[in-house]
């Protein structure tokens, strides 16, 4: 059975919260590692999750641009950090900053790491670097630490059951 964790959650669910600068979500996906690199690494798949259901354009290497389309809340231009198959991935978002590329000064961190669990892959998420990054004159409520905890909880169920249907193919 799939299960899912939130480390800032008050919910009952494991976690701890880290200052308000660090979310951290966990979830069991009943596929192997291989399949769940590819929903979050491929362009044919990443919109399904992230995005308006079209394929993403994506630079899968360090320093790369990955696009990602977020409807009302904006078109991201993030920047690669990590591309190490098919264990981690991480890449800066700038979420205050829609249009404008994402760097260390303007952006949080978003990791995604990979673990073989039984048949299944644990995949551990981590957005860090809220309370160091640039805040926009006029900041958005939907860019915030709160906004993007409840944000990756819908999202890596998204991711889940993108993986787990393909699976069912």
Known sequence: ??????????????????????????????????????????????????????????DLRPGGIMHLDHGRYGYFLTRIVTVEPPRSFAYRWASGFPGEEATEENSTLVEFTLTEDGDGTLLRLEESGFLGRAVPAEPSPDDTYESHGAGWTGILDLVRAHVEALGAE
């Open 1 to 58: 059975m799939a299960d899912s964790r939130d480390s800032d959650s008050r919910d009952g669910r494991a976690g701890e919260r880290d200052g308000e600068d660090r979310i951290v979500r966990e979830i069991r996906i009943d596929a192997p590692v291989d399949r769940v690199w590819a929903v979050l690494t491929e362009p044919e798949h990443i919109g399904q999750w992230f995005g308006q259901g079209k394929p993403t354009p994506i």
